[in-house]
């Protein structure tokens, strides 16, 4: 399984950004789609995770300006970026957790672990 983000970019502050994460694989279901983020020095933090059911869960710092979302038949997650700061440059990393798979054998897979994207740099100027 392979994760792959786009959507980052130059922004002015005030602007806005969409990203999206596509998976690649046999991919039947997944728990719990996310998306992290890195600033230079900092440790990776939370963004926002969408659960299968469609349970979101925002940091703090992020709800009213950031909106996750999921697309279940394409294995697809989104983040919708708006009013954006300068201190929301970052990488940022979407993140699968828990899926069910098939093999090339037919079996379902379900397991409880994570797949990260490469990440996508968004720079917020001022």
């Known amino acids: 399984v392979q994760l792959q983000a786009s959507g980052g970019g130059l922004v002015q502050a005030g602007g806005s950004l969409r990203l999206s994460c596509a998976a690649s694989?046999?991919?039947?279901?997944?728990?719990?789609m996310g998306w992290y983020r890195q600033a230079p020095g900092k440790e990776r933090e939370l963004v926002a995770t969408?659960?299968?059911?469609?349970?979101?869960n925002y940091a703090d710092s992020l709800k009213g300006r950031f909106t996750i979302s999921r697309d279940n038949a394409k294995n697809t997650v989104s983040l919708q970026m708006n009013s954006l700061k300068p201190d929301d440059t970052a990488v940022y990393y979407c993140?699968?957790?828990?899926?069910?798979?098939?093999?090339?054998?037919?079996?379902?897979?379900?397991?409880?672990?994570?797949?990260w994207g490469k990440g996508t740099l968004v720079t917020v100027s001022s």
């Open positions: 993140n699968f957790h828990g899926l069910t798979t098939q093999s090339a054998l037919g079996e379902l897979v379900v397991d409880g672990m994570d797949y």
């Open positions: 694989g046999r991919i039947l279901r997944v728990d719990r």
């Open positions: 969408v659960t299968d059911g469609g349970s979101t």
